[in-house]
């Protein structure tokens, strides 16, 4: 079956480490994006891909870094100048719109990784 | 993107149609209105999307309004699976990415 792939489902680390959550597709979708959600809050974008070797900030990129070497891979790293990381992270992809000629776009989700700082 | 508005909280009898309203009134023409659904603790599904006209799928119909100010979204026949935080999202079709701005949705709580 086609679909996103998220891992670790839950991650612990210690204040002061970096964290890299791995996010693999194989839908052969070109974008993909990684999506922030705290308790109670609804999605914020981290980052987003529309090709290989290629990406850009969301709404809130301080503290992270991506990397896009593969079309079905984008990891999302969480490093220690993140100043609260503890959440909720989503990877998501897409096919990129231009491929599709009604100019929607529609959102496949992977299950999520629930990441605690102690 | 236009901007939506959604009640924080619904309930609804199992069996019966659950109808989620969203208001987008800044909405401009080439906007689509999606629909999207989170179980808890579980990644946001996919549920529908339309332009203008009404659409319907296997899991809901959406009712979009003839101004495209507001829209409704029904579950014909609500069961204690479908108790999720629903998001309505607003979004110009034919732009080079699919970035989507998800709020805080509505809460729907079906009951037995």
């Known amino acids: 079956d086609g679909g996103i792939t998220q891992s670790p489902k839950y991650l612990f680390r210690k204040e002061g480490q970096n964290v890299t959550l791995s996010c693999e597709q194989n839908l052969n979708h070109d974008a993909m994006y990684w999506y922030r959600q705290d308790p109670g809050q609804g999605l914020r974008l981290i980052y987003y891909?529309?090709?290989?070797?290629?990406?850009q900030k969301g709404d809130i990129a301080e503290g992270y870094s991506v990397s896009r070497e593969k079309k079905e891979s984008f990891p999302l790293t969480v490093t220690s100048a993140q100043k609260n990381p503890t959440a909720f992270y989503l990877c998501?992809?897409?096919?990129?719109?231009?491929?599709?000629?009604?100019?929607?776009?529609?959102?496949?989700f992977g299950a999520g990784s629930r990441l605690t700082v102690l | 993107d236009a901007k939506t508005t959604q009640p924080p909280s619904m309930d609804c009898a199992e069996g019966r149609a659950a109808n989620l309203p969203c208001n987008h009134s800044?909405?401009?023409?080439?906007?689509?209105v999606y629909w999207y659904r989170q179980i808890h603790s579980q990644g946001p599904q996919y549920i529908i999307h339309g332009l203008k006209n009404n659409e319907t799928n296997e899991m809901a119909s959406l009712i979009i309004t003839e101004d495209r100010k507001s829209s409704t979204l029904i579950l014909p026949h609500a069961t204690l699976r479908d108790t999720a935080v629903y998001y309505c999202i607003v979004k110009v079709g034919g732009t080079s990415y699919g970035k989507l701005t998800f709020g805080q949705g509505t809460i729907l709580t079906v009951h037995p």
């Open positions: 891909s529309q090709i290989v070797n290629d990406f």
């Open positions: 998501a992809s897409s096919i990129e719109t231009g491929r599709i000629s009604s100019g929607a776009n529609v959102l496949t």
């Open positions: 800044t909405i401009s023409g080439n906007e689509y």
